[in-house]
């Protein structure tokens, strides 16, 4: 009989496992704990993740964090788990500001005399890093700032940040490989840094990262897109369609 090659049973085999899964079996040895952790499968084991029909939801409730499954778009009854957060503190401070493949970006809104805190979190794994520096000492609220998640031509996990404070906004971007943020230019000559927009959470697709900005003050009802290119890291402002026609 054949011998099967370790290619083989990291890159075909485990790579489509669960996560939690994969966790047990890095127990396994030194070899299979450092096979499982490099790049190159993390990046695999994502990408197959991703393309699965389950999914998970995860909730902030008034006193917990919930967790719930999904299967091909539907909600599963009965399957809600509250998940621990990995720093003691009440969901009421925490705000959810983007995902990407079962990653959390996590801001921990603290009081006035301390620095707010940005946390990458895998409630499936129980993993998590911060990764925010003394620029986050500024203030963070659920209109004001926002941000996305993606992987760049290199595979490095890349962290878009967009804060907007005193009509002034500023655009971040961390890389996990090399542990440090960039400053990014932003679209001149724009209001979106107003107190009268709300920024949406990022979505990721083809390269880009979409957000809706919404004014609901003045003139109330106008909409924005603004787009960010992934490969020249640039902003651009997108029109948004006057009518949607959805067809039955």
């Avoid at 079962?102 to 921990?108: A, D, E, P």
């Avoid at 009509?167 to 890389?175: K, L």
């Avoid at 897109?225 to 992934?230: Q, S």
Wanted: aromatic share 14%.
């Amino acid at each position: 009989m054949e011998l099967i090659g370790d290619d083989m049973i990291f890159e075909e085999i485990l790579s489509r496992l669960p996560a939690k899964v994969v966790c047990r079996f890095k127990c396994v040895s030194k070899q299979w704990c450092y096979e499982l952790s490099t790049p190159k499968f993390v990046f695999i084991h994502t990408r197959r993740v991703g393309n699965s029909i389950q999914k998970k939801l995860l909730s902030l409730k008034e006193n917990s964090i919930v967790v719930d499954d999904i299967v091909s778009g539907n909600l599963e009854v009965d399957t809600s788990k509250t998940v621990n957060f990995p720093y003691d503190v009440h969901p009421s401070f925490l705000s959810i500001i983007c995902s990407f493949n079962g990653l959390i970006l996590v801001c921990i809104k603290r009081n006035h005399n301390e620095h707010n805190k940005l946390v990458l979190w895998n409630p499936t794994t129980k993993r998590f890093k911060l990764i925010s520096d003394d620029y986050f000492i500024r203030y963070f609220g659920r209109h004001n700032d926002t941000g996305g998640m993606y992987l760049d031509e290199d595979n490095d996990l890349k962290v878009l940040h967009i804060n907007c404070y005193w009509d002034v906004a500023t655009a971040r971007v961390y890389s996990r490989r090399h542990d440090s943020w960039r400053k990014l230019n932003f679209l001149n000559g724009t209001q979106l840094a107003s107190n009268f927009y709300s920024w949406s959470s990022g979505i990721y697709s083809g390269k880009t990262i979409y957000f809706i900005v919404s004014n609901y003050w003045i003139p109330p009802g106008e909409r924005n897109i603004v787009a960010y290119d992934v490969i020249s890291e640039s902003f651009s402002l997108l029109r948004f369609p006057e009518r949607i026609e959805v067809n039955p």
